[in-house]
């Protein structure tokens, strides 16, 4: 095994001159109202430095450490999702112009260079179903204008949170494919690593000393150990033919009973794509905007459908959330729409985990109704 080339802590600011020389806004993690969110980074130090984190059910919160490590936390409510499906956006404008005709006018989309540092494996996962969700039969202009825009610099992942499950899903803690760099992190620098061609040849500008074999072992054998230390699991067997199975367990009422119906667990989540479409008009009149925002199939209005909402039950809309995450994506994109980052157990107001629920409704224990 080739061993990367090294890039010492000192010279980490080289990157983003790098980046932003070709033209980049680069964005990173940074600390804002208690949580790790991509925002515009023009130095290093801005980056969380020996930032820590817990996550549990319902719980996620920040600790300072003496590490000198920027990436030692699992994730933070955001993924890539925002980058490339904007949580609302304009799709175009139709207006009556002063003879009376009218006009529609597609709306700018975002093409700006961006270059997001610090991706997990899980995310680049996520992103590889939106594309095939986005980018398929019919591709979507928007996202695609989005996607093109994007230069993604992983960072391998040493410390899982509790919630995370991306080694049962396949998915992490290891980034194996879809980023330009790859970041192995030490507590003195990064083995980089290219995978593409654009990352080659920014790699190639980059200052980076000759790795160190044994320092470059350690450092992936940290990542490796982060999958042994994820004790969350998927019940095992067929789960998309055991929850068909289930549809009417009373697992689905009981959990209806704690969940408020508040489409936090789909927001956060980096694969969802479930939007909806509206128009909005100005107050002339004579002009409307047709928006695109994101829809959760928590709300009521996501099935409402000729003056039927016909998932009108809280149980129906969390077994439709979990049989489609978890069963019917199958059938859609050839595998589950989960990449086991754990963010819907940390961001839900209540807890609710769904790792719990479908051990509950679908391991070989569990009762059929
Ligand atoms: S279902 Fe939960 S754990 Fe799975 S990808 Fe979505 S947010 Fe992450
Ligand atoms: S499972 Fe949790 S986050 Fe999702 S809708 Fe219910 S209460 Fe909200």
Redesign the pocket.
């Known amino acids: 095994m080739e061993t990367p080339g090294f890039l010492p802590m000192e010279r980490f600011q080289s990157l983003l001159e790098e980046l932003t020389r070709d033209g980049f806004r680069c964005v990173a993690p940074q600390i804002k109202d208690g949580a790790l969110l991509f925002q515009t980074i023009e130095h290093i130090d801005s980056l969380p430095s020996g930032i820590e984190q817990t996550q549990a059910p319902g719980h996620y919160r920040l600790q300072q450490t003496d590490s000198p490590r920027h990436f030692s936390w699992a994730n933070g409510p955001q993924a890539l999702k925002p980058q490339t499906f904007a949580p609302r956006e304009t799709l175009w404008v139709s207006e009556v112009t002063a003879n009376g005709e009218l006009r529609f006018h597609e709306a700018p989309t975002e093409t700006e260079p961006l270059a997001v540092i610090g991706v997990r494996a899980c995310d680049l996962s996520a992103l590889r179903l939106q594309e095939q969700h986005f980018q398929g039969a019919q591709s979507d202009p928007y996202f695609s204008a989005r996607r093109r825009r994007l230069f993604l610099v992983a960072v391998h992942c040493t410390h899982p949170a509790a919630t995370c499950f991306c080694a049962a899903t396949g998915d992490g803690p290891e980034a194996t494919e879809g980023f330009d760099l790859s970041l192995y992190e030490t507590d003195t620098g990064y083995f980089v690593t290219s995978g593409s061609l654009k990352g080659e040849t920014l790699l190639h500008r980059l200052d980076v000393d000759q790795g160190d074999a044994t320092q470059y072992a350690k450092a992936r054998d940290e990542v490796i150990d982060a999958a042994g230390l994820q004790s969350r699991q998927l019940p095992e067997g067929d789960l998309q033919q055991n929850l068909f199975n289930n549809l009417e367990h009373p697992r689905w009422q009981e959990v209806a009973e ?9 927001q956060v989540c980096p694969t969802c794509f479930c939007h909806s479409e509206n128009d909005v008009p100005d107050i002339s009149g004579l002009k409307t905007a047709h928006e695109r925002q994101w829809d959760s199939c ?1 709300t009521p209005g996501h099935s409402y459908l000729h003056g039927i909402t016909l998932r009108q039950e809280t149980s129906q809309r ?1 077994r439709q959330w979990l049989t489609h995450k978890f069963g019917s994506w199958h059938e859609q994109y050839g595998r589950s729409g989960c990449v086991g980052c754990g963010r ?1 157990i940390a ?4 807890g ?1 985990d769904p790792t719990e629920e479908l051990a509950a409704i679908c391991s070989a224990e569990a009762k059929q109704p």
């Open positions: 704690r969940c408020l119906s508040c489409g936090n667990c789909t928590f969390y819907c961001w839900c107001p209540v609710i």
